[in-house]
């Protein structure tokens, strides 16, 4: 499975962004998606999860009520709304395969990523 991230740039505080996440394959329409960000010179951290058909979304603290994910019933295409955006915001997005039909906070339950795509937040 192939997945290819789109959608990041560079923005003013406040701004938004949509990210859009889609993989190669139609097996991942069966599985759960999610977001992971890695800010310069900090580790990996979790943002947003899926499940297979939408109904079930997670979303780490940092972002809760200002990122939304969502997905059209059960295809292989992910999106990441961001809202009013933050200088920590600022790091390389990447969107990952869950094993199971459900998305996770967890990097081990994904066993694909994408090359992720970079957002810049300035104040």
């Known amino acids: 499975v192939q997945l290819q991230a789109s959608g990041g740039g560079s923005v003013q505080a406040g701004d938004s962004l949509r990210l859009s996440c889609e993989a190669s394959?139609?097996?991942?329409?069966?599985?759960?998606m999610g977001w992971f960000r890695r800010a310069p010179g900090k580790e990996r951290e979790f943002v947003a999860a899926?499940?297979?058909?939408?109904?079930?979304?997670i979303y780490g603290d940092s972002v809760k009520g200002r990122f939304t994910i969502s997905r059209v019933y059960a295809q292989s295409t992910v999106h990441l709304q961001m809202n009013s955006l933050k200088p920590e915001d600022t790091a390389v997005y990447y969107c990952?395969?869950?094993?199971?039909?459900?998305?996770?906070?967890?990097?081990?339950?994904?066993?694909?990523w994408g090359q992720g795509t970079v957002v810049t937040v300035s104040s």
């Open positions: 990952a395969v869950a094993r199971s039909p459900y998305g996770s906070s967890t990097s081990s339950a994904y066993n694909y």
């Open positions: 394959r139609r097996t991942a329409s069966n599985n759960g």
């Open positions: 899926i499940s297979w058909n939408g109904g079930s979304t």
